[in-house]
């Protein structure tokens, strides 16, 4: 418990807190412009997943890898008895909450269409949020991935990596089976049923659950576990970071 303490209080007040909501308003406002009331809601969804959400995560993760670098370089964690485990369960914890915090807020803008134009809305109330939520839990894997990056390569590659890959991936393989074998497929192989949204961001009209939702979350979260063990969360962590600090005696219980 004290270590997720200890992350939210690096992000309290910070550019953090209000990307999550900044993020969703401003592919609102986007959809809004493009497709008017009558297509705002799907295109939403669709520009959140296919665009936005992937370069958020992006910089959610070297935020909070700055946050450390600027605090001294991650000196203070080497230096003391922490549970380095816990260190980054903690840090990958707290960035998911704010990614369905983020989800919660996007879920919001679009039930505003259900506010306003009622005639045109596609989506219930319930349905933005368990879209929103589910296409969050589709794009959990990517905060592992990204905070590597963000130790390896700094903070603008991973946000080109990952918004390039989120763009292109689903376009290219989205139709194919090999889609099913890209992560950055599933948040689109997701929205397809629980949605009504094809791969090329069009309305299908058909809004059903199916057993593929079902498949693609637990992929996700299982390549989540798999990349925070591997590549964060276990003896790694100082390859990872590539720094040059005493090596301290660590409490691992």
């Given at each position: 418990?004290?270590?997720?303490?200890?992350?939210?209080?690096?992000?309290?007040?910070?550019?953090?807190?209000?990307?999550?909501?900044?993020?969703?308003?401003?592919?609102?406002?986007?959809?809004?412009?493009?497709?008017?009331?009558?297509?705002?809601?799907?295109?939403?969804?669709?520009?959140?997943?296919?665009?936005?959400?992937?370069?958020?995560?992006?910089?959610?993760?070297?935020?909070?890898?700055?946050?450390?670098?600027?605090?001294?370089?991650?000196?203070?964690?080497?230096?003391?008895?922490?549970?380095?485990?816990?260190?980054?369960?903690?840090?990958?914890?707290?960035?998911?909450?704010?990614?369905?915090?983020?989800?919660?807020?996007?879920?919001?803008?679009?039930?505003?269409?259900?506010?306003?134009?009622?005639?045109?809305?596609?989506?219930?109330?319930?349905?933005n949020i368990l879209g929103?939520?589910?296409?969050?839990?589709?794009?959990?894997?990517?905060?592992?991935?990204?905070?590597?990056?963000?130790?390896?390569?700094?903070?603008?590659?991973?946000?080109?990596?990952?918004?390039?890959?989120?763009?292109?991936?689903?376009?290219?393989?989205?139709?194919?089976?090999?889609?099913?074998?890209?992560?950055?497929?599933?948040?689109?192989?997701?929205?397809?049923?629980?949605?009504?949204?094809?791969?090329?961001?069009?309305?299908?009209?058909?809004?059903?659950?199916?057993?593929?939702?079902?498949?693609?979350?637990?992929?996700?979260?299982?390549?989540?576990?798999?990349?925070?063990?591997?590549?964060?969360?276990?003896?790694?962590?100082?390859?990872?970071?590539?720094?040059?600090?005493p090596a301290p005696a660590?409490?691992?219980?």
């Amino acid at each position: 418990m004290k270590y997720l303490k200890s992350e939210y209080l690096k992000f309290k007040r910070t550019i953090s807190s209000k990307l999550l909501w900044i993020a969703p308003l401003l592919t609102a406002l986007f959809a809004w412009i493009v497709g008017g009331f009558t297509g705002f809601q799907y295109m939403t969804f669709y520009w959140w997943y296919a665009f936005l959400l992937p370069g958020t995560v992006a910089i959610l993760c070297a935020l909070a890898h700055q946050k450390e670098e600027r605090a001294g370089k991650y000196y203070s964690v080497f230096s003391m008895p922490l549970n380095l485990t816990k260190f980054e369960a903690a840090k990958a914890i707290v960035l998911a909450e704010k990614l369905v915090v983020a989800a919660l807020f996007l879920a919001a803008f679009v039930s505003i269409g259900n506010l306003i134009s009622p005639a045109t809305a596609v989506y219930s109330a319930g349905r933005n949020i368990l879209g929103s939520l589910g296409i969050a839990l589709a794009s959990i894997w990517q905060i592992p991935l990204c905070l590597y990056l963000a130790r390896k390569v700094g903070m603008v590659l991973p946000i080109v990596i990952n918004s390039v890959l989120g763009i292109f991936a689903p376009m290219m393989l989205g139709s194919t089976t090999l889609g099913w074998l890209c992560p950055y497929c599933w948040a689109a192989k997701l929205a397809e049923p629980l949605m009504g949204i094809e791969i090329n961001g069009t309305f299908s009209g058909s809004v059903a659950f199916s057993s593929a939702v079902l498949v693609v979350l637990a992929l996700s979260l299982l390549l989540f576990g798999v990349l925070a063990q591997s590549v964060i969360f276990c003896g790694q962590f100082n390859t990872c970071l590539s720094v040059s600090l005493p090596a301290p005696a660590f409490a691992l219980v």
